[in-house]
């Protein structure tokens, strides 16, 4: 049977590729796919290059291409850093992903995974998904694709505490903030899912990463939030100060692309 490991370069999926590495013949007949959209931390990059080296795995590293295949193997020292597979994918589609129309997920990670298995000459799987028992709700299974998911951190009972106690106890580390169990820098740097809040913090403390989101938008004329703009944050977070983040008023906390106004 052949098995897809999805590790999103997270610490959940961290884990569930770990234990599944632990377990004999567990990972025999599996590739493991980690998508690189180019807008991941770099230190995302460095977990993904250290847990395939400290645990022994094989990792795949595909990118989105604009042309035929559509998609690329690159590696860490190739994997594109400054945004170059989304870029590609916004210059085809000629307007930018949101809320309402949120095709990033599936042409920069999932199609490109899909692709590169089906070269393989896959017809069908099994994708394991690093999904916790604390988030089963986000279990799903796919609609007319030629693989199903399974949940074997669900499956163990595995908890948001039992992701952070494991990977206290190795000798190395996502290098980014936990905040609550959550890695606000995790997947896409300047993603629109995250708070209002965060894309402000994000353009204070790292300006040339908020930049390109600012480009994108002036280039194609969008925007990524029909509540605000990448450069009209930037400009109120310059003019205003750092009490903004103080104030619970003054900028979306909540999650999720959008916030109840």
């Known amino acids: 049977m052949n098995v897809q490991v999805g590790f999103s370069g997270g610490r959940t999926s961290g884990m569930m590729l770990a234990r599944l590495a632990a377990q ?9 796919v980690f998508a690189n959209t180019g807008r991941e931390m770099p230190e995302t990059l460095d977990f993904v290059r250290d847990v395939g080296v400290h645990f022994g ?3 795949d590293w595909v990118e989105y291409t604009p ?3 559509w ?8 994997a594109a850093r400054n945004g170059e597979p989304f ?13 309402q129309a949120r095709f990033c997920t599936s042409d920069l ?28 709700h ?30 206290r106890q190795q000798p190395f580390d996502l290098r980014l903030p936990s905040v609550e169990g959550k890695t606000p820098l995790g997947n896409c740097d300047g993603c629109f ?10 353009s204070r403390d790292m300006p040339e990463r908020a930049a390109w989101w600012e480009r994108m938008e002036a280039e194609t004329g969008g925007s990524w939030s029909k509540r605000y703009t990448r450069q009209g944050t930037r400009e109120f977070v310059t003019a205003q100060g750092d009490w903004i983040f103080d104030d619970a008023s003054a900028l979306c906390q909540a999650d999720g692309g959008e916030c109840v106004v």
Request: proline letters at 7%; zero cysteines.
């Open 138 to 167: 986000r279990a799903k299974q796919p609609q007319n694709e030629p693989w199903q998911n399974a949940f074997p951190l669900i499956d163990a009972q595995i908890s948001k505490a039992d992701v952070m106690q494991f990977w």
């Open 24 to 32: 004999p013949g567990a990972l025999d007949a599996a590739r493991v």
């Open 67 to 69: 042309e035929r295949p």
């Open 193 to 202: 899912l995250k708070s209002e809040r965060f894309i402000a913090a994000l």
């Open 57 to 59: 795995i094989a990792i």
């Open 87 to 99: 870029e590609a994918l916004i210059r085809k589609r000629k307007y930018l992903p949101n809320q």
């Open 109 to 136: 990670k999932i199609k490109p995974a899909k692709r590169f298995l089906k070269s393989l000459g896959w017809r069908n799987w099994t994708n394991y998904v690093g999904i916790r028992a604390d988030e089963a």
């Open 71 to 78: 998609f690329r193997l690159v590696s860490h020292e190739t």
